[in-house]
């Protein structure tokens, strides 16, 4: 690249980033007046926590649960709930309405790339999942008396990869509909089995040894495994941050093969 081009083209890049800040500073402003997907997010996996807190039989440890208590081995779960809600029920039909109603095809006439607008989407319900997850973790502490995660570096690690694999999960569901029912449908089924993998109704450390090996595979079942050994202490076992790493790899480039504008 000549010195001339560089030239021509700083003030090209420099347009496109104050564009991009643009669409996030008005997507931001979108989500913070959506009250249903900032109750579901950010506000519902603490309110699960506290009821399921509040139960005596959940503050007694289990040997079971390898001498944690039920309420414990449910942080985790709360923490991968947040990016459920925003992965796969929050944002698709959002993006999918985007598409549905011409506004990404009409964005690729101006200096706004669509993909402005994807990224924009995936930064702020990925946000919305950490705040959500620093929430369970305080609530848990003050509430529960909760441990904070004593290996905190592998702790964000394994979070930082299942909010990775919610959020390529949630592309996928966005690739893949071509309405905003269909995105709403697709993220409900997909919803359920999400939830059972990441130990809503019964956390993996709880499940027979066949059914946790077979979850343990699932992103989800992976991430809560990888949470709850970094939780204790340990680093998160490399098999699980291993699958967690191919899940996001896997549906990234999912989404971006089927991923369509218009």
């Known amino acids: 690249m000549t010195a001339t081009t560089a030239t021509a083209a700083a003030p090209h890049a420099a347009a496109k980033n ?10 931001f402003r979108i989500f913070r007046r959506e009250p249903g997907a900032l109750f579901w997010i950010m506000v519902f996996p603490t309110i699960l926590l506290v009821i399921l807190g509040s ?10 649960l390898g001498g944690i208590r039920l309420v414990d081995a449910y942080v985790p779960v709360t923490v991968l709930l947040s990016l459920i809600m925003a992965g796969v029920q929050a944002m698709p039909p959002l993006i999918t309405g985007y598409r549905e109603r011409g506004i990404l095809r009409r964005m690729s006439a101006t200096p706004v790339r669509p993909s402005a607008v994807l990224g924009a989407q995936m930064g702020i319900h990925g946000a919305a999942a950490l705040v959500s997850s620093l929430l369970s973790l305080t609530v848990g ?19 930082l990869l299942a909010i990775l694999c919610g959020l390529a999960l949630g592309a ?3 690739a893949i509909s071509r309405t905003t ?4 449908a697709i993220g409900s089924a997909v919803f359920f089995p999400m939830m059972f993998s990441a130990g809503v109704w019964l956390p993996v450390q709880a499940m027979p040894d066949a059914l946790a090996h ?10 809560a495994q990888a949470l709850g050994e970094a939780a204790g202490g340990d680093w998160p076992g490399l098999t699980h941050l291993g699958v967690l790493a191919l899940w996001a790899v896997a549906l990234s480039a999912a989404a971006t093969r089927w991923f369509r504008w218009e």
């Open 18 to 27: 104050k564009a991009s800040a643009a669409v996030l500073r008005a997507e």
């Open 55 to 64: 139960i005596p039989s959940f503050r007694e440890t289990d040997a079971a």
């Open 141 to 159: 502490r003050l509430a529960f008396d909760v441990a904070l995660p004593r290996q905190a570096f592998g702790y964000a690690l394994a979070l």
């Open 172 to 174: 996928v569901v966005s």
């Open 181 to 184: 029912k269909a995105a709403t």
């Open 214 to 223: 077979v979850v343990e595979v699932t992103p989800l079942g992976a991430a």
